[in-house]
């Protein structure tokens, strides 16, 4: 079942220890509780060249749908995406862009119980958005174009997800190289999170993901994930995208299709590194991981 996030006029508590954090992550309408079972961002793209469901859902219906579908199966996020940012994609314009995503976001506003996310780098969707309703921002680039984008989820106290890249989608996986992947995900993070929290964003509305497959090889990828607690140790709510990527289809030997069960293990090995948050494309069997972890974690049904 989906997991309602707490009234906004509830007052965050903190959680204690080393890198403790906000005991909840607010996102506009909602205050999502932290620290119990994770919470799975059910992902659809109204894109035609998206990696994974690219055409899949570009009639604004069949996203709608899909929103729903997603939410009724434990969705505790659901995000949109306008813009494939897969490798070697290309971006669109804004204008472009907000055709594919605006209509879904009006609709799923009024209609979803679960906060509404758009992934997006553009300030000038991310202010369009939040014009329609939109809870939370996922910027896949940390703020690297500016602080715009923070600046208008703080105006319009939205949630917001900063995720690591280097490069861009076109470049990212040109042979990308690290000294020590971990520490310099973490660094980049931090410092996006400050810059993030100078732009009037809240701290409690701040969450990072390393992202896995954006500028990282799969030995970077399983590194980040071998090693996540360093980045849980941020104090900040840490979400993973692992779903159906590459490395998962090379350690599998699987294509894109054949690929779910690499995507659960890697979240739920997230999961017990400390990750808060799971992005997927298939919610159902993430959300009964999670439970299942959950349950052990508090040794009770």
Not at 231 to 251: E, N
């Amino acid at each position: 079942m989906p997991i309602a996030g707490a009234p906004l006029s509830s007052s965050p508590g903190r959680e204690s220890g080393p890198g403790a954090g906000p005991a909840v992550f607010r996102c506009r309408r909602f205050a999502l509780p932290l620290g119990g079972q994770a919470l799975v961002v059910g992902v659809v793209n109204v894109t035609p060249d998206s990696f994974s469901d690219g055409g899949r859902y570009l009639d604004p219906g069949a996203a709608c749908d899909r929103a729903h579908a997603l939410a009724a199966e434990g969705a505790a996020v659901v995000e949109v995406g306008g813009e494939s940012t897969r490798p070697g994609a290309r971006p669109v314009p804004a204008a472009e862009e907000l055709a594919r995503v605006l209509p879904v976001i009006r609709r799923l506003v009024r209609e979803l119980a679960v906060p509404v996310a758009v992934d997006t780098w553009k300030p000038a969707v991310a202010e369009a958005v939040l014009d329609a309703g939109a809870d939370l921002l996922n910027d896949v680039t940390a703020l690297c174009h500016g602080p715009a984008l923070a600046e208008a989820a703080a105006r319009g106290g939205a949630g917001l997800v900063l995720m690591h890249m280097r490069g861009t989608p076109e470049t990212m996986q040109a042979a990308p190289t690290y000294g020590d992947v971990v520490a310099e995900v973490r660094d980049a993070l931090a410092a996006a999170a400050a810059r993030a929290e100078a732009a009037g964003v809240a701290p409690d509305a701040i969450a990072v993901d390393p992202g896995l497959g954006f500028g990282k090889t799969a030995r970077h990828n399983l590194e980040l994930l071998r090693r996540l607690d360093a980045l849980c140790a941020l104090g900040r709510p840490v979400m993973i995208g692992a779903s159906r990527k590459a490395f998962l289809g090379a350690v599998l030997e699987a294509p894109l299709d054949d690929r779910l069960e690499g995507t659960l293990a890697a979240g739920a090995a997230a999961l017990l590194k400390g990750a808060a948050l799971i992005r997927v494309h298939e919610v159902r069997p993430m959300v009964r991981v999670a439970r299942v972890l959950a349950a052990i974690a508090r040794g009770a049904p």
